[in-house]
Each structure stands twice: as C-alpha cells, then as structure tokens.
C-alpha cells in the first residue's frame, strides 16, 4: 500500500471511525466522494431544516456545529494568447464526532481538514492533482472565525481587506504553483430557498450553499519552473450541512458555467441508483445584473454525447454533453478541455476545465467553465452506516 492510499485509510480511521465498511482486499481503494455525505451519524449534529440570515463576512468563516463543509475555488485563466489552465483549489472541513476533544494538548482537535489542489494544463493535455490531510491543530489547518480565511499547511485562501475582496489563493506543491486574486465581480447568489439546497425528501438532508459565480482572477501560475501572468475568471461555491445523499442517490454531475454574453449558469443533476434523474436536481442562471432565474430539475435537459475511459482507474466517465433550457433559449454544448481530468486521490472523482459553445436565445455563445462528476464506477463502493 502506498503512501497516498495509507493516508485515507488513516482519514477513514479518524473522520469516520466505526463507519466505513471495507474489506482488507480493497483497503487501498480510493473513498468515493459521496460516501461522506451518507449516514445516520448526521443526524447528531446541527441540521440544515430551515432559511437562515447569511451574515457576510461572518459566512464565509466556518460553522462547526455542522458535520461537513467546503471553500470550493475553480477557474479558466489565459497567459496572453501563450498558455490556457484551468485550477482547482477545495478545502474540506470534516467533524467526526459531536463531542469536542477536551485538554490541555495543542494537538487535541474535533475537527478535520482534507485539500485538494488540481492544475489542468490544458495546451499540454496534462493534469496535476494533489492533495492533503490535517488536524485542526497546532496551526497546521482550519479556519478563522467571521472572516474568509482557510488554510492547511501553505495551502490557503484568504481575504486581503477587511471588505473580503479581493481573495487571495495559494498553493505550490513539486514544481506546480499557483498565487491568485480574485475581486468579487457579481453579487453572491443564494442557491435553493433563500440559501437552502435540499437534496432529498429526508429533514435535514440539505446544505447552505452560495456561490460568487463571476470573479475577475489575476496572478501566477508556475508549471515546471515556467511562471505564467494570468487573467480570467473564477467561481467560488460554499456549502455546509451534516447530512445530504439518500442512500438511492448514487451521485451528482455539477456544472459551473460562464458565458460570453456576461450570463452563469449553475446546475447539478443528482443521478439515482435505478437510472433516473432525481427531482431534487437543480439549477439557476445567473443574469447580467447579478438577479437569479432558478431551474427545477423538469426545465433542464441534459444529454451526454460521448464518454471517456480512465485507463488509471478503469471507471468510465461522461465527456460531452448538450445542454438545453427550453424556456431561456439556451442549448449548450459542453466538451472538456483535457479528456483526463480525473482525481484519483483519496476520493476519486472528475473534476476539470471544459468549454462550451451554443445559442442563447437568438445570439451564439461560448465560454469556459468546470463539470464535476461524482458517483462513478462504485457499485460495490463501501457505504457509511
């Protein structure tokens, strides 16, 4: 067992210990991401079951009364007409257990924090994909409270001003760089009811969840002892929750849009074990002004064009797709930038730049954006009790 596939062991053991069913002949397999979204061990902790004032700065701090929680940074950035990346940066905070750890130790800690780091070097068809893994101690990761501010080790992503914007985003690992700001461009958008994204009919199974879905990003990226001055645009997603998968929803495919004509467009479509798309999907399209059209699962369709097979992972993914809004005048279609966007980490999934063309009611469009898909290739994945 290497290194890499030691440690979520090691995460397995200490984020959900007791809760993960798994046989020593496949111990060194990679947890799929929506595992640690399942489970009656939520239902001790804080529930998302109804709207609630979001108070910013103060939101974008954490909420650890809650099981889990993310800062999610994706964006398409350009060096002049020279180099195209697309990046990733997550921060993941992880609660086990309700009860804190309690004494003197500075390494005593009730939370947890995982990170993922992804550069998509899209003219060279070539990804990096890092990760990494600490205790809320000591300094070594966490999160300050009332502020936009979240880090492990020299990972981080932080507000340079007491205004939150711009945002600063770091992290270097081998010889992959990246050192990012990024003004808050749009309005934040609340997704769901007034922030609240309900993800079955369960109480309780639901996230806060907002997005800044346009966000004007410069700065550098280094690739190989190469340093690259950047521009483009980002998108930020926040969610927390303590509970969010029915145990028939197998995963979720998620798209982050940005179009030529200043529009964005959110969706996400929750797959269900017997094939179906689940009515808890979800959508919104974000308008110029920064006002919001939301989209319930029956107003978008979506259809997938052509597939790819991870020769790493032996998992087959989704890899273009059209996408139509009947009733905006939208039909997209949506092709990765690299094929082989893949994190086969310590949670597996697909996560990368893609590109889009189309019409928006009467006028073509284009644009860049990110797709995740989640929930593939685990049929006989280990499930949280």
């Not at 101690?137 to 914007?165: K, N, Q």
Request: charge should be negative; glycine fraction near 10%.
């Amino acid at each position: 067992m290497n290194r890499l596939k030691l440690i979520s062991v090691i995460l397995a053991v200490l984020v959900f210990p007791g809760c993960i069913e798994r046989s020593a002949e496949n111990s060194d397999e990679p947890i799929p991401v929506t595992d640690v979204l399942r489970g009656d061990l939520a239902r001790s902790f804080a529930q998302v079951d109804r709207p609630r004032e979001f108070l910013f700065p103060a939101d974008h701090g954490p909420h650890g009364e809650y099981r889990t929680e993310w800062w999610y940074f994706t964006g398409n950035v350009n060096a002049g007409e020279e180099r195209r990346f697309g990046y990733q940066l997550t921060f993941f905070r992880f609660r086990p257990r309700v009860e804190e750890q309690t004494g003197s130790s500075r390494w005593r800690t009730g939370h947890f924090y995982m990170a993922h780091f992804a550069l998509t070097d899209i003219d060279n068809k070539k990804i990096h994909t890092f990760e990494r893994f600490s205790r809320a101690a000591a300094g070594l990761a966490g999160a300050s409270t009332g502020e936009l501010h979240v880090w492990l080790d020299d990972w981080s992503a932080g507000a340079t001003s007491r205004e939150t914007f711009p945002l600063r985003i770091r992290a270097r690992e081998d010889r992959i760089a990246l050192d990012l700001n990024l003004e808050q461009g749009k309005a934040v958008v609340l997704h769901g009811e007034d922030g609240v994204s309900a993800k079955n009919d369960e109480p309780g199974n639901a996230s806060y969840y907002y997005s800044y879905t346009r966000m004007p990003t410069g700065g550098r990226i280094s690739v190989a002892g190469d340093t690259y001055a950047v521009s483009g645009n980002s998108w930020m997603d926040r969610e927390w929750s303590s509970s969010a998968l029915g145990e028939e929803q197998l995963g979720w495919d998620w798209f982050a849009l940005q179009l030529s004509n200043e529009h964005e467009l959110m969706y996400y479509r929750f797959r269900r074990t017997d094939g179906a798309v689940d009515r808890f999907s979800y959508g919104a399209v974000i308008l110029p002004d920064g006002s919001v059209s939301t989209l319930s699962f029956d107003q978008v369709e979506l259809e997938v064009l052509d597939t790819w097979l991870s020769l790493a992972s032996g998992v087959t993914y989704p890899s273009a797709w059209r996408l139509r809004v009947p009733e905006h005048g939208l039909d997209l279609n949506i092709r990765p930038a690299v094929a082989d966007q893949e994190l086969d980490l310590s949670f597996r999934y697909w996560e990368g730049a893609v590109e889009i063309d189309g019409v928006f009611g009467d006028s073509s469009v284009n644009g860049r954006g990110y797709v995740e898909l989640t929930g593939y290739g685990t049929t006989s994945a280990p499930r949280i009790r």
